[in-house]
């Protein structure tokens, strides 16, 4: 296929495809990077018609400045970390006790399923209102069957109530991935180990766990991507307040509740560079794990 | 000491008897051979032996002890699979030492018994390397020190070589064999080629269906087959086996005479026939004969090489000495 014909007939044949993603990943970043160096502000009269008037990098030191940035990094960070510990703890867990033989098999592994489809902004309601709300919520029913004063999640355990939501939403997704990569284990990998008088635990610690190395990477790269970005959780339940508003959410606020385009754009630099070390961080990892 | 004694032992997975009940003895230091076609339950008795399986009725001794309920780590059994079952994240090394950490000796003996088994294997310059960076023959290599290293009563080889090329089983049996000869420890092999049982075993063990059909030394098996199975199955190329007004001539229901076993003349002879296809190895030929009265082609060993071809005229005699007679329900009249 490689002949110097069919390598320009793949470029261009590609080309449609490259240019889309390039311009509708390079408009909004210019724009961004744009904005972030302008004073913005649609509701004193400023407008692209007018021209913007150019402020140096003073969005970027107030954004930092600003008494809730490192407060909302800590917060996104808390609540990714939490997340992703949570799934993929339970995501091996289930995905061993889904890869046993047991009736109605095919059943149950779609209903584990099945919260990955419901739609963020549904399921942080139903949370939210079904199981955590303090007087008729099934929880406050369950506290105080047991005598228990029942917990106003929302506001007195907002984060973990988030991790708790965004973690239901996110473990099929996990177990999914950790259940395909558990059954192309090799039967015979395990039966040797046991030949070789491993208990059951120490199977899982030298045979089960190594095996998942580069599934449990790709699960936490990709849940990554997008726990970053999470914000219909956060929009439907806390609004941002009790130590919620991770850095998505204080972009939101900034450009759409303070109406400063300017200070926005600022913060969605930062949010860009976070992502970044985070990726950075990641890759190095998957990088080591992908390369054997 | 690895003397193990089958009992009455049986296998069922729900209605499908496997293994109905079969009574075997495997004496200590012996290289005994499991062979038979595919799914005639040969695996699946390796499997009960070595503990991976239950067994549904009936007792596995080893040394005399009872080892029917024992897990499969304490039964002191080492097992090479078919896939060879290393773990591809662990070194060499790491692979060989598993059992022995598993067992918490102590690190230096670990690494003692370790450079012992590579230095035994041919494996000491590749200890440092992950399995998949191995060839097919040195990963079985690494799966046999896995194995050693335990120093076990028994070896189990569930269908070692047959992952591997032609020219290199050839090698690994040799160096199965010679790793037999030098440790004296009791084997277990289980294979579907009948070349492999007749060339490494002191025993072998043919089945059918769950069923012992004969157990024997390879020249037992060859020399006096028990019954039509056997003697089909055993030997290189088929033995013949001739039925109707030709059998009955030598007074059973149908004769055996295996292809090393039959003259050739272009004058006169038993049978009359023309050539079929030949195949020349060099230090033998054989051909395949359509006799006059024969429905089967008859398959004739020659030594060398000889001038013969498609469609030429032979007469064959067989040597009434090495004929084996089956009779009626396909057993040996003597």
Redesign the interface.
Known sequence: MATRHSRSAARLMMAPAVILLLGWMLVPLTMTLYFSFKRYLPMRGDSLERGLDWVGFENYARFIGSSSFWPSVQATLLIVGGVLVITVILGILLAILLDQPFWGQGIVRILVIAPFFVMPTVSALVWKNMMMDPVNGMFAHLWRFFGAEPVSWMSDASVQSIILIVSWQWLPFATLILLTAIQSLDSEQLEAAEMDGAPVLARFFYIILPHLGRAITIVILIQTIFLLSIFAEIFVTTGGSFGTRTLTYLIFQRVVDSQNIGLGSAGGVYAIILANIVALFLMRIVGKNLDR | MGRITLEKVSKSFGQVDVIPPLDLTIEDGEFVVFVGPSGCGKSTLLRLI?G?EDVTSGEIRIDGTDATGV???KRG???V???Y??????SVRKNIA??LR??GMDAAEQERRVTAAAAVLNLTDYLDR?P?QLSGGQRQRVAIG?AIV?EPAAFLFDEPLSNLDAALRVGMRLEISELHARLRTTMIYVTHDQVEAMTMADKIVVLRAGNIEQVGTPLQLYRSPRNLFVAGFIGSPKMNLIGGAIAARHGAETIGIRPEHISVSAESGDWHGTVGVSEHLGSDTFFHVTCDGIPDPVTVRVGGEVDLHYGDDIWLSPDTSHLHRFDGQGLRVA
């Open positions: 070595a991976l897990p499969p780590a059994l080492a097992m699979f078919q896939s079952a290393l773990y591809p994240h662990m598993f059992p598993m067992a992950r998949g896995r335990r």
